[in-house]
């Protein structure tokens, strides 16, 4: 089974920038969907992108629309999730997820936690303002 492995997070005036990376301990991400969620204290683990196994589909919350990016290179085992325009709402732990591609791309059930088999360990992102 694949473990994802996130890094990259840290901490970033509200307005800058942060890219996450999610890497693979012991199979290749290739054969995986992949998800970015987040969690911040005392909320809800709440969807921000995915995207399919080839790159054909990504999927975004509202929220993040046109500010974050989710990219994948199977080439390397890695996935990105660029962020832009950073603001104190999007402090949270970010967590990376994978589903066997095996069973079919959704871009709909793919926002929910409960599609994902395989989660990291999560990431700390703060924004200061």
């Known amino acids: 089974q694949v473990q994802p492995v996130e890094s990259g997070g840290g901490t970033v005036q509200a307005g800058g920038s942060l890219r996450l990376s999610c890497a693979a301990a012991g199979r290749t991400l290739s054969n995986y969907h992949l998800g970015w969620f987040r969690q911040a204290p005392g909320k809800e683990r709440e969807f921000v992108a995915s995207i399919s196994q080839i790159r054909i589909s990504t999927y975004y919350t509202d929220s993040v629309k046109g500010r974050f990016t989710i990219s994948r290179d199977n080439a390397k085992n890695t996935a990105n999730l660029q962020m832009s325009s950073l603001k104190p709402e999007d402090a949270a732990v970010y967590y990376c997820?994978?589903?066997?591609?095996?069973?079919?791309?959704?871009?709909?059930?793919?926002?929910?936690?409960?599609?994902?088999?395989?989660w990291g360990q999560g990431t700390q992102v703060t924004v200061s303002s």
């Open positions: 997820a994978a589903r066997s591609a095996s069973t079919g791309w959704s871009a709909s059930r793919s926002s929910s936690a409960d599609w994902y088999d395989y």
